[in-house]
T-cell receptor, first 111, second 114 residues
Framework: GENVEQHPSTLSVQEGDSAVIKCTYSDSASNYFPWYKQELGKRPQLIIDIRSNVGEKKDQRIAVTLNKTAKHFSLHITETQPEDSAVYFCAASAGGNQFYFGTGTSLTVIP | KAGVTQTPRYLIKTRGQQVTLSCSPISGHRSVSWYQQTPGQGLQFLFEYFSETQRNKGNFPGRFSGRQFSNSRSEMNVSTLELGDSALYLC?????????????FGSGTRLTVV
């Protein structure tokens, strides 16, 4: 089955700096890659997603890039703010509703 | 519109007991998936139901089972509870069969087995 690896497991950045989280996947059939943000004690929420026919997608301060050849995708957060502090999960799907998640990155933005 | 509702929010059970968790999807959503979230393991897929049929099943023992009703509400059952079953159980609903429709999570049920 699919295996999604996520790095780093923890990340601390100064407010205003950029943060990058990287994921790799193993199944070339995967074609949908969402990113979720989970604040402490809350449910995971979708923040951005990308499909395999697109190389990059942006939404304000958040961007995701996908390299199908290398089987990796990354989340980029620019101009980080304290409210960006949370656990971020990447995931991969081959088109159905079964998602394979990475183990999460705990992001801390230091004011 | 109402989001994904999971009940109860918290449960404490004893080893060997069984437990049933409930998930009501967003109105109109026909797919419900269940995940187990534990520290260090992330979210692990349990199973997905679409129109009352189980479509996919993750790598969990047969003690974990589920079902979906005609109104799309889903229940998950864990029998003969073990200490290692302590986790946050999340369900997520989606409009259709594919990930193209997005995935909305509920707030989860925190199960503690003592």
């Amino acid at each position: 089955g699919e295996n999604v690896e996520q790095h780093p497991s923890t990340l601390s950045v100064q407010e205003g700096d950029s943060a990058v989280i990287k994921c790799t996947y193993s199944d070339s059939a995967s074609n949908y890659f969402p990113w979720y943000k989970q604040e402490l004690g809350k449910r995971p929420q979708l923040i951005i997603d990308i499909r395999s026919n697109v190389g990059e997608k942006k939404d304000q301060r958040i961007a995701v890039t996908l390299n199908k050849t290398a089987k990796h995708f990354s989340l980029h957060i620019t101009e980080t703010q304290p409210e960006d502090s949370a656990v971020y999960f990447c995931a991969a799907s081959a088109g159905g509703n079964q998602f394979y998640f990475g183990t999460g990155t705990s992001l801390t933005v230091i004011p | 519109k109402a989001g994904v509702t999971q009940t109860p929010r918290y449960l404490i059970k004893t080893r060997g007991q069984q437990v049933t968790l409930s998930c009501s999807p967003i109105s109109g959503h026909r797919s419900v998936s269940w995940y187990q979230q534990t520290p260090g393991q992330g979210l692990q897929f349990l199973f997905e139901y679409f129109s009352e049929t189980q479509r996919n099943k993750g790598n969990f023992p047969g003690r974990f089972s589920g079902r979906q009703f005609s109104n799309s509400r889903s229940e998950m059952n864990v029998s003969t509870l073990e200490l290692g079953d302590s986790a946050l159980y999340l369900c997520a609903s989606s409009l259709g069969r594919t990930a193209n429709y997005g995935y909305t999570f509920g707030s989860g049920t925190r199960l503690t087995v003592v």
